[in-house]
């Protein structure tokens, strides 16, 4: 089966730009992550502060997930309905760390969008909306 090249596989960056890391937890590709106090990795705010953005499973040891801190052209999942503008700031849902649109419930971060809604393939193989962020200096 060949790839389709328009659409984006969650789980990587389009550039080698970036710095990745691997972090105690599961959190699915394309979700703004949080550092909780114990190590661990979490979606939700309450957890703690903005760490990066989940790149899936990480492959050299079970129960961890690669988080890009840093990079350029990273795929994130866009809450329903949600449509952002190229060059504009990403704001982040406080419950799913998915991309939404700015104000309550939602944190703005260090990061702009590169692309509009886009197709990404989940590691299953099914089709999500997602958005290309460049987070030059991390979230």
Same mark, same amino acid.
């Given at each position: 089966?060949?790839? &389709?090249?328009?659409?984006?596989? /969650? *789980? @990587?960056?389009?550039?080698? #730009?970036?710095?990745? &890391? $691997?972090?105690?937890?599961?959190?699915?590709?394309?979700?703004?992550?949080?550092? +909780?106090? #114990?190590?661990?990795?979490?979606?939700?705010? !309450? &957890?703690?502060?903005? /760490? @990066?953005?989940? %790149? *899936? *499973? &990480? %492959?050299? #040891?079970? =129960?961890?997930?690669?988080?890009?801190?840093?990079? /350029?052209?990273? $795929?994130?999942? /866009?809450? #329903? =309905?949600?449509? $952002?503008?190229? =060059?504009?700031?990403?704001?982040?849902?406080?419950?799913?760390?998915?991309?939404?649109?700015? =104000?309550? @419930?939602?944190?703005?971060?260090?990061?702009?969008? +590169?692309?509009?809604?886009?197709?990404?393939?989940?590691?299953?193989?099914?089709?999500?909306?997602? !958005?290309?962020?460049?987070?030059? @200096?991390? %979230?």
């Amino acid at each position: 089966m060949s790839q &389709d090249a328009s659409k984006i596989a /969650l *789980g @990587g960056t389009n550039s080698s #730009d970036k710095t990745v &890391d $691997p972090y105690k937890g599961a959190v699915d590709a394309g979700k703004v992550v949080r550092l +909780k106090s #114990d190590g661990t990795i979490s979606v939700a705010k !309450a &957890d703690g502060e903005i /760490l @990066g953005v989940s %790149l *899936g *499973g &990480d %492959l050299s #040891d079970a =129960g961890y997930t690669s988080v890009c801190r840093r990079g /350029l052209e990273v $795929p994130v999942l /866009l809450t #329903d =309905g949600f449509t $952002p503008a190229i =060059g504009a700031q990403v704001s982040i849902n406080d419950t799913t760390g998915a991309a939404n649109a700015a =104000g309550a @419930g939602n944190t703005a971060v260090n990061a702009i969008y +590169k692309s509009g809604v886009l197709t990404g393939i989940t590691a299953l193989g099914a089709e999500v909306r997602v !958005a290309l962020i460049d987070m030059q @200096g991390g %979230l």
